[in-house]
């Protein structure tokens, strides 16, 4: 949300919380200073709030369903970016003037392949 923001935020805008911005179940929206997306409100106003007991902001797991932190959510978050391959962007190697072991060097080196110790 920030990269919509241009300037800084106010002192005040800085230390806001949801409860701030939303004290007796309705959103109070007004008390920001910078035009928030439509889209990006209604996100918001689709987002569940607490509305029974204490009413405090508390951290949330943003990779689980009910926001409590579990090693098997951990594990899906750590393994879910290594079965994306990275697209290869070396086919630049190949086209080298120079002696063919280096290429084959440089296309190790691109892959972080080079067998060491």
Request: glycine share 6%; net charge negative; hydrophobic share 40%.
């Amino acid at each position: 949300m920030r990269e919509l923001i241009e300037g800084p935020l106010s002192q005040h805008e800085e230390s806001l919380k949801i409860s701030d911005i939303h004290p007796n179940g309705q959103w109070n929206l007004g008390k920001i200073s910078f035009d928030i997306p439509k889209v990006v409100i209604d996100r918001i106003q689709a987002i569940p709030i607490q509305s029974f007991g204490e009413r405090e902001d508390t951290l949330m797991w943003k990779f689980s369903a009910d926001g409590e932190f579990s090693m098997d959510s951990a594990y899906r978050l750590s393994i879910s970016d290594q079965l994306k391959p990275l697209p290869f962007s070396g086919g630049w190697v190949w086209g080298v003037d120079t002696l063919p072991k280096i290429r084959h060097f440089l296309w190790l080196c691109i892959h972080a392949s080079l067998p060491t110790r």
